[in-house]
């Protein structure tokens, strides 16, 4: 009976730790933030690092949005028909007013729920961008290239201070820049 109990307090234990291991995984707005090392780090050179970030936590392993579930609920252009949305600590913390340090990643699908067309994310850096509430705006391909825009624009990088961006979410509520919140 002793052997089974300690087995049994092993298992809890294992199972502590793994939980434990998982949570502390997810990056905070100080543990592990990908923020440009220095002013002199170009975009491109941001970009893939963030990229490389965003995978090496796990993203899709965060909490999701403000009211969101797991399953992929509507989106509009120009995201895709179907969005997934992750948050990490910092804006989950605090969804109402999300702090600097928060990441948003958004999962966008075509109309099958299945085909993933982009991953776009919005990362609030102190500092970046004060007149639109420090924003970063970043849209991947699947394979983590950053999207552009069409040739007849320029086909310019869709990141940083993306006016595309800005332009639409200044329009949520509280002005601040995160729509997630206003429901």
Known sequence: MKQRNLFV???CL?????VFAAWSVQPSATAQDPKPKSKEETSASFEARFWGFLQSVQYHNWAPGPKQGLEPFRGTSPHGTYLKMYVNRAAAADPKSPPHGSIVVLENYGKDKARLLFITAMYRVKGYDPEHNDWYWVKYNPDGTVARTTPGTGSKPIAG????CIDCHARAKGGDFFYSNDK
């Not at 201070?161 to 595309?164: P, R, V």
Request: charge should be positive.
């Open 9 to 11: 307090w092993m298992g």
């Open 14 to 18: 294992c199972v502590g730790v793994a």
């Open 161 to 164: 201070k993306f006016k595309a």
